[in-house]
């Protein structure tokens, strides 16, 4: 499991911004650009594809925090490229700096952690969870 992840570990994924990743589709009176839900998330799957292969089987990871700036407005169009480094692994925390740009700018920049799971646990605890809420 975390044997394999080793500090200093870089990724990156790049997309094309779309109409779904607009800043509109969650609040009509805003810009019609690259929203920062839409980066928000790009960060989580940037860092979350570097460290899947090296997870055991039934293990996965979520988000368990995120400080973050978006210091700049992308065209919906333009491609968007981020860039995360592994910067710390503490048993089941992991550590990330990411940063992200466009054709043009450096549009974000984060520092993400994620925590390792047992899926299968993790899941039955949700739907316990779903089912009390329902009763």
């Given at each position: 499991?975390?044997?394999?992840?080793?500090?200093?570990?870089?990724?990156?994924?790049?997309?094309?911004?779309?109409?779904?990743?607009?800043?509109?589709?969650?609040?009509?009176?805003?810009?019609?650009?690259?929203?920062?839900?839409?980066?928000?998330?790009?960060?989580?799957?940037v860092c979350a594809d570097m460290v899947r292969p090296q997870l055991a089987e039934g293990q996965q990871t979520v988000g368990i925090g995120m400080q973050f700036k978006h210091m700049a407005a992308t065209p919906l169009g333009m491609r968007v490229r981020f860039k995360a480094k592994l910067t710390a692994v503490e048993g089941k925390k992991l550590t990330f700096e990411v940063e992200g740009f466009d054709d043009v700018d450096k549009?974000?920049?984060?520092?993400?952690?994620?925590?390792?799971?047992?899926?299968?646990k993790f899941n039955q605890r949700v739907a316990q969870k779903a089912q009390k809420a329902a009763s």
């Open positions: 499991m975390t044997e394999a992840l080793k500090v200093g570990m870089t990724h990156e994924l790049q997309h094309t911004t779309t109409p779904e990743m607009s800043a509109r589709r969650v609040y009509p009176h805003v810009p019609d650009v690259y929203a920062t839900r839409a980066m928000v998330g790009h960060i989580e799957e549009i974000g920049e984060a520092t993400h952690q994620r925590f390792i799971i047992d899926a299968d």
